[in-house]
């Protein structure tokens, strides 16, 4: 009787189409050669073959990366995007602040104190006005 393993996490699992590759892997592999191999055909009298399948090499490889690199649950773009925030757009030192619940309170207990002295004298000017 034959056995069939069962991944422990199923959602690991991806639904292959054509080839066994996923569509992202699909996609990507077709901008790859479309990229790549109009490259070489084009560029092989030119520079020589061998050049030109190294340059059509280096030029496939981001396009295969995309579509291949994965790093816990997550595409090379979604880490490429984090290093790029991280590293560029965020600041360098973070400060560790803490806002205390209870001086927030106390804040506003302040400003609501605050408020009310100022509703309570215009109420007081209106009424001495009125006189």
Do not use: W
Request: proline share 5%; net charge positive; glycine share 6%.
């Amino acid at each position: 009787m034959p056995y069939v393993t069962i991944p422990k996490d199923l959602s690991r699992i991806k639904n292959k189409l054509v080839f066994n590759l996923t569509k992202r892997q699909l996609i990507s592999f077709s901008l790859a050669g479309g990229i790549g191999i109009p490259f070489y055909l084009f560029s092989r009298s030119v520079i020589g073959g061998d050049v030109a399948a190294f340059l059509m090499i280096a030029l496939m490889l981001p396009f295969m990366a995309f579509g291949v690199y994965e790093k816990d649950g997550q595409p090379l773009e979604k880490i490429l995007y984090h290093m790029i925030h991280a590293r560029f757009l965020l600041p360098r030192i973070r400060v560790y602040q803490t806002d205390n619940l209870y001086s927030a309170l106390e804040r506003q207990a302040k400003i609501d104190k605050e408020v009310m002295e100022i509703v309570y004298h215009k109420q007081k000017r209106k009424s001495e006005r009125k006189k």
